[in-house]
């Protein structure tokens, strides 16, 4: 499941960036981060999963993202570490391409992100199952 897929480019007019869909995994750099917010290395963008419905991300130019790790966040519960095995993970061939390996989706630090953040190359799309699983981690964040 991880390999032949071609690149993905979306398209960009207006401020918005046409085709997000959610499961699409971007690099994203969050400098203003505080506190314990999930935040990118210094001058380094972190990879996050586009996870809000596809019907707002074609109307809106904003998304709503969870952050990616392959590194387990301590004092969080596990409902809302959601583990995705690489095979669920589908490696768009870009120029910095996904680290390989298994990531954890990070459901309690979700957060809403500009298209003008995004790039308009995604670096992969998480499967069905992934999505299925992340949401039932923002089920358990948000009580719903």
């Known amino acids: 499941m991880t390999t032949g897929l071609t ?5 960009r007019s207006n401020g ?30 972190r990879p996050w999963v586009v996870v ?3 019907f707002l991300n074609a109307k809106l130019a904003t998304v709503q993202v969870v952050p990616l790790t392959q590194s387990p966040a301590q004092g969080v519960p596990q409902a809302a570490r959601v583990p995705i095995a690489a095979g669920e993970i589908i490696r768009h061939p870009v120029p910095r391409p996904l680290d390989p390996g ?6 309690h630090q979700v957060r809403v992100c500009s298209h003008e953040r995004l790039d308009e190359m995604p670096v992969g799309k998480l499967s069905t199952q992934a999505l299925t699983d992340i949401d039932a981690g923002l089920t358990f964040v948000f009580q719903l």
């Open 16 to 45: 918005r960036l046409h085709g997000v869909t959610k499961g699409l995994i971007f690099w994203i750099k969050y400098p203003d981060t505080v506190g314990s917010e999930q935040r990118s290395p210094p001058h380094e963008p």
């Open 7 to 11: 690149n993905l480019r979306l398209t």
């Open 102 to 107: 298994d990531q954890i989706a990070l459901c």
């Open 52 to 54: 809000s419905s596809n």
